[in-house]
């Protein structure tokens, strides 16, 4: 049991790393780290409530195929973060606040070398080398812990068709709705105001509404703590999901269905002058283990297959499908953590909108008609400690933005070190 010289000293280093700003999700464990426990400050900091994490990912990308040259890219992102659990530092059961900042850096290897593609092929580069707020929310817990509700700066992909980054290619990492409509649908790094209700209506299902403001703005490339002005509406998306288990819960799944509207007014893709009223869309993602390792070290050793499905509207969308799929095995070479992954994607260029790209080149020869694009994409991932992650990764794609593009492969590095 702490001393009371000792707490004192972690209410202190606490409320001054509040202050100062650094954070990502309040842990149930420690997370380990490569400065240590800092002299036993950060497990005393972590039992009264304080979970302290700073995170630095990298991703190199080399085209051996494609484009108008060959060249090296590299393109990372920091996170700061600090979650607080209110039980342990208030005695209010159920409460959790979260504060991050990001600060990403790095070049396009897709937009130097112009590879014409629709999707990434550095999926951590984008919306401006510059330092966000990304997260400042609030979440309460109520029902005994059966509905969830979260308030404050959050990010569309973290609550709403959430999904892990492992792969590097955009195409099979975070919320997919956003990899199809990203100027209206923003997933980290970009914040923005919302609200999230969920109720856990059985032990494996759940209900999920969620509110999120439409402004522009947020795009800034700049800092800030929130934009007051400038929305053009309001996001609602519906959510449900199920996460079953099977073969005595050694199997587990987890399958989310949901749809979305947008209040805000866009411009037709084809019909020049032509406003539309709202935008939206539905997706489907599936997650399930399909083999379990007895007596593993690790419970997630064995093979994991998913599927994503998107579609949106035709009249606003210049994307208006994204359909992936992919296998992953955990548990390699003795090594329990070690995986590996490969997946294929197809993202459809809407034909509305091909249309209007090949009538303006009737008028300029050199504007660019989409097509669809198709890619794979695979990868190994060596757990090399707890706190460092090398993944080697070999993309092949047939780029979509420009139909007179070639193939192109990428040969690839994402490395992931926590501090």
């Not at 700049?222 to 199997?251: C, I, Q």
């Not at 249309?355 to 080149?361: G, P, R, W």
Request: proline share 4%; net charge neutral; glycine share 14%.
């Amino acid at each position: 049991m702490a001393t009371r010289r000792q707490t004192w000293v972690g209410w202190m280093l606490g409320w001054a790393l509040l202050c100062s700003g650094p954070a990502l999700a309040a842990e149930t464990k420690m997370p380990p780290g490569l400065t240590g426990g800092w002299s036993g400050v950060r497990g005393l900091l972590f039992e009264l409530g304080v979970s302290l994490q700073v995170r630095y990912v990298t991703e190199l990308a080399y085209n051996a195929r494609g484009g108008k040259g060959h060249a090296l890219r590299q393109a990372g992102q920091l996170d700061v973060g600090l979650g607080l659990d209110t039980q342990k530092l208030f005695g209010l059961p159920g409460g959790t606040f979260q504060f991050t900042f990001t600060h990403r850096n790095g070049n396009d290897l897709g937009a130097d070398m112009e590879l014409g593609t629709l999707q990434l092929v550095q999926e951590v580069y984008g919306r401006g080398n510059v330092g966000r707020l990304t997260q400042l929310w609030y979440e309460q817990l109520f029902l005994g812990g059966r509905l969830h509700w979260k308030l404050g700066r959050v990010t569309v992909g973290e609550d709403t068709a959430d999904f892990k980054c492992d792969f590097q290619n955009l195409s099979f990492c975070g919320a997919q709705p956003g990899n199809l409509v990203g100027n209206y649908w923003f997933n980290w790094p970009v914040s923005q105001w919302g609200t999230r209700l969920r109720l856990d209506t059985m032990k494996v299902a759940y209900v999920q509404l969620a509110a999120y403001e439409i402004n522009p703005r947020n795009l800034d490339p700049s800092f800030y703590l929130g934009r007051f002005s400038g929305a053009t509406g309001v996001m609602l998306p519906l959510e449900l999901g199920w996460n079953p288990k099977f073969d005595g819960d050694r199997l587990e799944g987890l399958y989310k269905l949901g749809a979305w509207y947008d209040t805000s007014n866009a411009n037709d893709v084809l019909l020049e002058g032509v406003e539309r009223n709202g935008r939206y869309g539905a997706y489907f993602v599936a997650r399930q283990q399909l083999t379990h390792v007895r007596g593993a070290e690790n419970e997630a050793q064995g093979l994991n297959l998913f599927v994503r499905l998107t579609h949106t509207d035709r009249d606003t969308s210049t994307v208006d499908s994204q359909y992936t799929v992919g296998l992953g095995y955990t548990g390699l070479f003795g090594r329990p953590d070690d995986d590996v992954g490969f997946a294929l994607g197809r993202t459809h260029s809407n034909g509305r909108y091909v249309t209007a790209q090949q009538l303006e080149q009737l008028q300029d020869p050199t504007a660019a008609v989409p097509r669809s694009e198709y890619l794979g994409e695979l990868y190994y991932s060596l757990h090399a400690t707890p706190w460092l992650v090398l993944r080697p990764n070999f993309q092949y794609i047939r780029p979509g933005a420009d139909e007179s593009a070639r193939d192109v492969i990428v040969l690839g590095l994402k490395g992931a070190l926590s501090l």
